[in-house]
């Protein structure tokens, strides 16, 4: 993925500097004329550069970060503590991860700890066994 973003980078440096050596000015010397118009040539090459960039930006990334785990064991009682959870939390993320044999049930999705912290504090008053865990976040 850094390699795919270098090169973008690089593409979108070729691209400016073609672009700046296309552009050309046209200013008006009237004197009463005070508005002044610049005209911008733009290379068909920067078109490519902007499509690769919206590709390579659409696709999803993982990295790691937090979430915290409510439950892990049998399915069905995985799936009906997240069923509560999302019922007591509806605004937060909540999804069920199996890991053989059992599942879990992991709520949250946290790129810095604290963050994490903050809910768990909120998140043990109703599930008391809930503690964070690293996990891969989909950006």
Not at 27 to 56: A, W
Not at 94 to 99: Q, R, S, V
Request: proline share 2%; glycine share 2%.
């Amino acid at each position: 993925m850094n390699l795919n973003k270098a090169l973008l980078f690089i593409l979108l440096l070729i691209g400016i500097s073609i672009n700046t050596n296309a552009q050309d000015t046209n200013f008006r010397d009237s004197e009463k004329d005070t508005t002044s118009f610049v005209l911008v040539v733009q290379d068909p090459q920067l078109n490519i550069v902007n499509k690769l960039y919206k590709e390579v930006s659409a696709v999803d990334t993982i990295t790691q970060g937090f979430k915290i785990q409510i439950y892990y064991g049998s399915r069905q009682k995985a799936s009906q503590k997240l069923d509560q959870f999302k019922t007591l939390y509806p605004s937060i993320e909540a999804n069920l991860i199996y890991e053989e044999p059992n599942f879990k049930a992991v709520v949250g999705k946290y790129y810095i700890k604290l963050d994490a912290d903050r809910d768990l504090q909120m998140i043990k008053q109703k599930f008391f066994d809930a503690f964070i865990v690293r996990n891969d976040i989909i950006k």
